[in-house]
């Protein structure tokens, strides 16, 4: 009871955006690591992208890195999917709004 107790009180802590990968329409399930070819051949093409720039600093010199972001939006009431793109693997994947 204890231990039950214990995982549920550390449960909450989780972010609600964060996911380990999803299913999409086809029922295939993407994870991070996968690549942009695994995603297309199992999900299709986005519904939508978008970029940002991060910087990094490597050796003090202040770089931005391209990251693509890839839209799905699954059907209606369900939340969109945001997969981050880096080197043409997903590096990241994050519950969107829900679809109305």
């Known amino acids: ?24 329409k086809t029922g295939q399930f993407i994870k991070t690591g996968d690549t942009v070819k695994d995603v297309i051949a199992k999900c299709g093409k986005p519904d939508d992208k978008s970029f940002k720039y991060v910087e990094v600093v490597k050796r003090d010199k202040v770089k931005k890195l391209k990251q693509i972001i890839w839209i799905y939006k699954p059907g209606k009431f369900q939340f969109e999917q945001h997969l981050t793109i880096y080197n043409r693997k997903v590096t990241a994947i994050e519950r969107g709004a829900r679809i109305k």
């Open 1 to 24: 009871m204890h231990l039950s107790l214990t995982f549920l009180f550390f449960l909450c802590f989780i972010p609600a955006s964060f996911a380990e990968g999803f299913r999409c």
